[in-house]
């Protein structure tokens, strides 16, 4: 299976205040069709996973341009800027390139 | 609107059977995939299995010799079974959407396996 590693566990941050995740895999995750099925998840303290950012850089329907997806072959970065409160929570990145899809262990962003 | 709410047990006995039903509004089954994952202490976030808009299934093979993912397109629901169930097996059950440009999610179920 294809081992995602996000860095780093745990963040804390001033509200306003930008900030980066990374996650990397264990392969290339690029598929045969030349896309990268990368995606970022955030749940929210109590409540479901919810996708962020799908396929690197594509941001979900409702999702602020405040977040913002880079990255390619097995080196992705989630970048926040101006964070807001509604931002704390555990961000997950997920692979759906390789069978089975996997995820990250999490990086939780705190409150400073 | 979409929703979609996970119903099960609560509490399972070791060696039971997880039954789990997810039922769906707002969306046909016959046009999304369907998939579940689970959130154990022990292991974060783990994808289970899916079955397709055309009802053909896959699973993780750390699941596959005890876990059956079904549907019932009339009743807008899909089902999750899985049995020999175990202590580690405790934890938070999702189902969601898989794949495409939404992406939608149960409020997930609380399972705990125990005697």
């Known amino acids: 299976d294809v081992v995602m590693t996000q860095t780093p566990p745990s963040l804390s941050v001033a509200i306003g205040q930008s900030v980066s995740i990374s996650c990397k895999s264990s392969q290339s995750l690029v598929y045969s069709d030349g896309k990268t099925y990368l995606h970022w998840l955030l749940q929210s303290s109590g409540r479901s996973p919810k996708r962020l950012i799908y396929?690197?850089?594509n941001l979900d329907s409702g999702v602020p341009d405040r977040f913002s997806g880079t990255g390619s072959q097995k080196d992705f970065t989630l970048k926040i800027s101006r964070v807001e409160a509604k931002d704390l929570g555990v961000y997950y990145c997920a692979q759906t390139t390789h069978f089975p899809p996997t995820f990250g262990g999490g990086t939780k962003l705190e409150l400073k | 609107q979409v929703q979609l709410k996970e119903t099960g047990p609560g509490l399972v006995q070791p060696t039971q059977t997880l039954s789990i039903t997810c039922t769906v509004s707002g969306f046909s089954l016959t046009s999304y995939y369907m998939q579940w994952v689970r959130q154990t202490p022990g292991k974060g976030l783990e994808w289970m299995g899916f079955?397709?808009?055309?009802?053909?299934?896959e699973y993780n093979s750390e699941f596959k010799s005890r876990l059956s993912i079904s549907r019932d397109t009339s009743k807008n629901q899909v089902f999750l079974k899985m049995n020999s169930l175990k202590t580690e097996d405790t934890g938070v059950y999702y189902c969601?959407?898989?794949?495409?440009?939404?992406?939608?999610w149960g409020q997930g179920v609380m399972v705990t396996v125990s005697s």
């Open positions: 969601a959407s898989y794949g495409g440009y939404v992406d939608y």
């Open positions: 079955i397709r808009s055309g009802g053909s299934t």
């Open positions: 396929q690197v850089s």
